[in-house]
């Protein structure tokens, strides 16, 4: 099955890439470490996705351009499967 390119689809795995990075220590982890845990480039698509997480507050981004992101209490629980079907359907 291929991998899904939507924004949202891309949130929820860098999610659980940071989540498995830290577990649950809300902790700055380095995008290029994020990029590299899941095998992609940084690319317009990652972008997309960064700004969907910051919207739906599953993510803290540094300032522009991102160079690390970190965890927030709705992007542990989205990386838990936990994330609110409201957040799921938007987007």
């Known amino acids: 099955m291929a991998k899904s390119l939507t924004p949202k689809h891309i949130a929820l795995r860098i999610c659980r890439t ?3 990075l830290n577990a649950q220590d809300l ?7 994020v990029c590299r845990r899941l095998d992609e ?3 317009k698509a990652l972008d997309a996705a960064l700004e969907y997480a910051r919207e739906h507050e599953l993510l803290t981004c540094s300032p522009p ?3 690390s992101v ?3 209490h709705k992007g542990v629980l989205a990386a838990r499967g936990k994330f ?3 957040h799921r359907d938007s987007g």
């Open 70 to 72: 970190m965890l927030t």
């Open 65 to 67: 351009p991102v160079h």
């Open 84 to 86: 609110k079907k409201s």
């Open 41 to 43: 480039h940084h690319t």
């Open 27 to 33: 902790h700055w982890v380095p995008l290029g470490e």
């Open 18 to 20: 940071i989540y498995e």
